[in-house]
């Protein structure tokens, strides 16, 4: 589910990295911390229409495999935009519709970042589909950077909205619980 194809996008919006003999650390130092970015700065929206080639051979309803791809897709990009650097799928929790999206349905994605730990962060996925503005689904995915090897260091992101806060709190316990799963 890695999100290669939003990967050559990347690098042509985020500048390439790159470390000088002056600025290379040694191994046993920490990197320094990155400023904080509000949660509001990860927060991506994407709009997509139902299609033919978007449905189950016989049937008007949205393939659930394509649903997935647009879900890591937008995901993704929340985590780049919080990163700057190229992100990559880690896990996905459990997806269970509500409502199928059918043909001509416009389906509305939006995704923010919820929280970071050491090394991932978590990656929430609104979806839900006009013309009634329905409730498809909630899921949560699990974002790491790709990096050039050394230690990653992630911004922190800060929930501000009362909902952010709650966000913030419910994915360590959905953390802690997949951790338990595995």
């Excluded at 996008?9 to 904080?36: I, N």
């Excluded at 016989?58 to 929340?78: E, N, P, Q």
Aim: glycine letters at 4%.
């Amino acid at each position: 589910f890695a999100c290669f194809h939003t990967l050559s996008l990347s690098l042509l919006f985020f500048p390439v990295f790159m470390t000088t003999p002056s600025s290379t650390s040694s191994s046993t130092s920490s990197p320094a911390p990155l400023p904080a970015k509000p949660v509001s700065e990860t927060v991506v929206t994407m709009v997509k229409m139902v299609l033919q080639p978007h449905i189950y051979p016989g049937s008007d309803a949205l393939s659930g495999g394509i649903l997935l791809k647009w879900m890591d897709t937008v995901a993704c990009l929340s985590a780049e935009l919080l990163t700057g650097r190229p992100c990559v799928t880690a896990s996905v929790d459990d997806l269970q519709l509500k409502v199928t999206p059918i043909l001509g349905n416009v389906v509305t994605l939006v995704a923010r970042v919820n929280r970071v730990y050491n090394t991932s962060m978590e990656v929430g996925v609104s979806v839900s589909v006009d013309p009634d503005n329905l409730h498809v689904c909630k899921v949560f995915f699990t974002f790491v950077e790709l990096s050039r090897g050394g230690k990653v260091v992630l911004p922190q992101v800060l929930p501000i909205t009362e909902s952010e806060k709650e966000e913030f709190e419910l994915a360590l316990e959905r953390r802690k619980y997949r951790l338990v799963g595995e």
